[in-house]
């Protein structure tokens, strides 16, 4: 018996010598060359970068095979994980960089489990740490990317920022709990597939997200049925541990905290920062999140930011002319690669900063076809006007889509600068076990330029005509007054710039929000039943556009109900545990005339 014990621990011995010597291998095997266009790389693609908590980062390193020096490192640390990763490397070399991309532990040919967000925090820490002990290190770091790329960012100096981390250039950057996959407490189910996505193999299950058909399916299915939200996997039949787990923090707790830098963290990150992102892109929520959290808690940051009409994945790298209806301003079309490595030749070579970048905010005012530059996202507007909603009619009509919740006739309700009775409202009923209509309460957004609108079942509210040409710079803000015969309810405010053609400019994407988290992501505050109550707007999203003589501001608000978010059914429980048995009595939202839009505005005397 002793003997077969031995035997065991004999084999298992020879098993982990062996699987040092491939990881020793990997990180001392030696480059292989490959020339492409007259230039030649050294290349390795199977390093395995070890962190203090035994796992393994892969990573895939490109150099010129002309550099003689140390160089500055360019690092890509991503979870998407690509068999044509060495291109982006090769582009780094390209540029005169070592090119870097590493990944997520578990991801490429990490032996590790694939867990996303969670420890990249230390991971990339740890791989710029590695990086600066290499020979061909001149223990300059720069990081860039978009999406959770720019997420690993933030994440890398959460902690501390190491000393060779001389910038980032986060993109349109993903912030867990902030961002995704809820926005202002709602959970959006475009985030669900992918959880399979970066975890069903050690690359991209491309095949099973890209099956759009079967998604749309799912979120219809379960529309219909009326089951709760965190039963979404058994309505797929395929467990989504990763997704249930998310939903187990609803509010922004020690869960999501522990991912990126909260608060106080946010007063170390010394090293200049460069963001980009779009009006129209998802990722705008997390990248103003940082700003703001960056600017407050470090009055000295030097954090710019490049924004224009661009979506998600525009402002990452070259944006498109023409985006859902609307051929953006020549001066817009910038190429965003190009100009993230001039960032890096002026921090890491010394060479001049971008010319784009006059000021901290930089924006494009769309119509102008002209930049802006501010020292802050409050100095983009020189003055506010301040809008009531009323329920008086406006006299003024538009086309409507899928119907209006305006009642007799497609007519919009009056923005009016005067306060108005705080008494009288609007009343809006949802009757949540009614199915029959998808789009009834949707957000009344289709494309940035349209010729109808969708209401559905909410209220559209217009001002006057606009007598001068003026510029709309930032976020509008506000309060909405309402109260409700339930405890929690969801709902969406989207502004228009209403043409005096009659067309409809959607400034930005639809701000969606949660009742309950109005005041605080940490805290859910429920309403009281029947109670009025003030809303504050949360991070709406920032635009620029040039509002034409003539033109009127339309803004359109509504209750939630669709197949695309979480549906709250105003119990106060676990949103993601109601079911349509949850519904009962219709929900009923009376909008105050008290509740009120600020809009920013630059006016040039």
């Excluded at 940082?290 to 070259?318: C, D, R, S």
């Excluded at 609007?426 to 349209?450: C, H, K, M, Y």
């Amino acid at each position: 018996m002793k003997k077969s014990i031995s035997l065991i621990a004999f084999g298992i011995a020879i098993v982990l010598v062996f699987f040092a010597a491939c990881k020793e291998q990997n990180q001392v095997r030696p480059p292989r060359i490959i020339t492409e266009n007259n230039s030649s790389y050294l290349v390795q693609d199977s390093i395995l970068i070890p962190t203090a908590d035994g796992a393994n980062i892969h990573a895939v390193i490109v150099r010129n095979s002309e550099l003689e020096e140390p160089a500055p490192t360019i690092l890509f640390h991503t979870i998407y994980a690509r068999k044509n990763d060495l291109d982006r490397a090769k582009m780094a070399a390209d540029h005169g960089y070592i090119g870097v991309v590493s990944y997520t532990r578990g991801k490429g040919l990490s032996p590790d489990s694939i867990v996303p967000y969670k420890y990249e925090a230390k991971d990339t820490y740890e791989v710029i740490d590695w990086i600066s002990k290499q020979d061909w290190s001149n223990q300059k770091v720069g990081m860039y990317g978009g999406s959770y790329v720019g997420f690993t960012q933030w994440a890398a100096v959460k902690y501390k920022v190491h000393s060779a981390l001389k910038t980032i250039v986060p993109s349109v950057s993903a912030a867990p709990g902030i961002a995704e996959p809820m926005e202002n407490g709602i959970h959006w189910n475009f985030h669900y597939p992918w959880n399979h996505y970066v975890s069903n193999n050690k690359y991209l299950d491309t095949t099973l997200y890209n099956n759009w058909q079967r998604w749309n399916n799912l979120n219809l299915k379960w529309f219909e049925t009326g089951v709760a939200y965190k039963a979404m996997d058994s309505l797929d039949g395929l467990p989504n541990p990763q997704f249930r787990e998310r939903l187990l923090h609803p509010t922004y707790d020690d869960y999501w905290q522990n991912m990126m830098p909260y608060k106080e963290e946010f007063a170390h990150i010394n090293i200049p920062v460069l963001a980009t992102t779009g009006y129209y892109d998802g990722g705008q929520v997390g990248t103003q999140y940082y700003l703001k959290e960056h600017t407050k808690f470090n009055t000295n940051a030097a954090h710019y930011l490049v924004i224009g009409p661009y979506t998600h994945f525009g402002a990452q790298e070259k944006p498109n002319r023409h985006i859902m209806g609307y051929d953006i301003d020549p001066v817009a079309q910038i190429d965003i690669t190009s100009l993230i490595f001039e960032w890096f030749d002026h921090i890491l070579k010394g060479k001049a900063k971008p010319a784009l970048l006059q000021d901290k905010i930089n924006y494009q005012v769309m119509g102008a076809n002209k930049w802006g530059h501010a020292p802050s996202l409050q100095a983009m507007a020189t003055d506010t006007l301040k809008y009531y909603v009323g329920n008086g009619r406006s006299g003024v009509t538009f086309a409507s889509l899928f119907g209006t919740g305006n009642n007799d006739k497609d007519e919009h309700y009056t923005l009016s600068q005067q306060p108005l009775d705080s008494s009288e409202y609007l009343e809006q009923v949802i009757d949540f076990t009614d199915r029959s209509n998808r789009t009834w309460n949707s957000s009344g957004w289709r494309a940035i330029v349209a010729d109808s609108l969708m209401v559905g079942g909410g209220f559209s509210f217009i001002t006057q005509p606009f007598e001068s040409d003026v510029e709309l710079n930032g976020s509008f803000g506000g309060e909405i007054s309402v109260s409700i015969n339930k405890k929690d309810f969801d709902y969406t405010v989207v502004l228009f710039e209403q043409t005096p053609d009659g067309k409809f400019f959607a400034l930005t994407l639809p701000y969606k929000a949660r009742a309950s988290f109005a005041h605080s992501l940490e805290k859910r505050q429920l309403l009281i039943p029947n109670k009025k109550t003030k809303l504050p707007f949360g991070i709406v999203r920032i635009t620029s556009k040039k509002i034409s003589k003539g033109s009127r501001l339309v803004v359109v608000v509504n209750g939630n109900k669709e197949p695309f978010t979480e549906i709250n059914y105003g119990t106060g429980k676990n949103v993601s545990e109601e079911t349509i048995n949850d519904a009962k009595e219709p929900l009923i939202i009376k909008w105050y005339g008290d509740g009120y839009i600020e809009i920013p505005l630059r006016i040039d005397k």
